[in-house]
């Protein structure tokens, strides 16, 4: 599928427009309503409609008959819609309004509910992505790659043939130790082009999948797994990797992503529950996806979604393990002074809880190549097993990739064989 961008003129097309500056990404998002109605194109055999199908660029899949149910309830309840998406995955149609700022936004809520064409209705959340740069570029470099024991690891997997969707910011695919780790890229983020300063999707791709053996910089969990990179956030700060999302944004990068079937999708981002979101991770992990996400650093009320759910993977910065969690149990990876990729060939130390996700989602692609059949259950056991204690040189209780890897392959450990050639050599750094 081509990148997506939301046409302005078809959402014209349907009322008027709201103000320019009320666009899908605005920051005073807090009027913005996200409706949901059963879409009646599900089950129906396909029709060759050039008008109605998707288009490569700008397009938007809805049909006539989606198209008044949006006007509808627009007029009925003097909202503005903003944008709108088929949810195939859960046979939905999903609309963005602006809710009339003369009403009580809760009495427009509860209005909604009652209207028997309304499948769901809920405010639009925000999400931000947990990350921080360090300027000191030759700090430590990859101890964390030391501390997990990757190169043991790389003697059995490398995470050959899995896919990793990566829901994030978007990727910097001409990075030197991305080229060629990007096997699609999609932008869900109209707003926002895709020349845009992807920092925290592009540290968060080179943790999980940066290039081997190729003399660039640094090297990957998984180097040869594949990385799915959907765009559902954007920067919110200049040369920071403070990044945000929304729930319209992440729901279509869900959709997208349980079509696609990766191994594993990597949340590495966290905000208030919600539902949609919930019922499409649901599916994810329905659908046999591995579900990884991380764990806020600083644990704010009602704001530890993704890694609540249940099945959901949650991870933390090791370094972290002694502050309380919103759930148990939670997997602690390395996430201080983690050095990876940038965009435009760089590099720098990044700090924070997305980035032990990242840790986490790259050694799930490991034992993925091992095993590709590990339900979720079954990879939060192996992961928790692998914790290692601390120790004088390692404080912090950490996942171990060498240990996680022995378990899956059978091995007594990852350096039984230490006559063995291990597949990656270490990198010229």
């Known amino acids: 599928m081509a990148w997506l961008i939301l046409s ?26 996200l409706v949901t109605f059963k879409d009646e194109r599900e089950n129906r055999p396909p029709i060759a409609d050039p008008v109605n199908a998707y288009r490569q660029r700008g397009g938007y899949g809805n049909t006539s008959w989606s198209r008044q149910v949006a006007e509808s309830l627009a007029r009925d309840y003097g ?21 009339p700022m003369e009403q009580p936004l809760e009495l427009v809520i509860n209005r909604l509910r009652q209207d028997p064409r309304v499948e769901s209705v809920q405010l639009m959340q925000q999400f931000r992505a947990m990350g921080q740069t360090y300027s000191d570029p030759y700090y430590r470099l990859q101890s964390d790659m030391r501390d997990m024991h990757i190169e043991s690891a790389h003697r059995m997997a490398t995470g050959r043939n899995v896919r990793v969707a990566v829901i994030d910011t978007g990727v910097d695919a001409h990075h030197p130790d991305i080229v060629g780790q ?19 999707g592009t540290a968060v791709a080179g943790i999980i999948a940066a290039s081997a053996n190729n003399r660039q910089g640094i090297v990957g969990i998984a180097p040869d797994a594949k990385l799915l990179a959907l765009k559902a956030c954007w920067q919110i700060a200049a040369q920071k990797s403070d990044a945000a999302c929304n729930s319209f944004t992440l729901a279509l990068a869900l959709n997208a992503a349980i079509k696609l079937k990766p191994g594993i999708v990597n949340l590495s981002l966290a905000g208030p529950h919600d539902p949609l979101l919930e019922r499409l991770i649901d599916k994810a992990l329905d659908e046999g996806v591995i579900v990884i996400a991380s764990v806020p650093s600083k644990t704010k009320p009602n704001e530890n979604f993704p890694a609540s759910m249940k099945r959901v993977i949650a991870v933390r910065s090791a370094h972290e393990e002694s502050q309380d969690s919103p759930r148990e149990p939670v997997i602690s990876a390395p996430g201080q002074e983690i050095l990876t990729t940038l965009p435009h060939a760089s590099y720098n130390f990044m700090s924070g809880s997305s980035f032990a996700a990242a840790h986490v989602s790259g050694l799930a692609a490991l034992l993925l190549e091992l095993r590709p059949t590990l339900s979720s259950e079954q990879m939060a056991a192996i992961l928790l097993a692998s914790l290692h204690r601390p120790t004088p040189d390692q404080p912090f209780r950490s996942v171990d990739a ?20 291990p597949k990656l050599a270490a990198p010229n750094l």
């Open 8 to 33: 302005a003129g078809l959402l014209c097309a349907l009322v008027s427009c709201a103000p320019a500056k009320q666009t899908l990404t605005d920051a005073h998002g807090n009027h913005k309503l």
């Open 79 to 99: 909202m503005a819609p903003v944008a709108q998406w088929p949810i195939d995955t859960l046979a939905i149609h999903c609309v963005v309004y602006w809710a």
């Open 182 to 200: 990007v096997a699609l890229a999609e932008n869900f983020v109209a707003d926002f082009p895709e020349t845009a300063e992807d920092i925290h």
């Open 402 to 421: 060498c240990s996680a890897v022995s378990r899956v392959n059978g091995t007594p450990g990852c350096l039984a064989d230490a006559k063995t050639e």
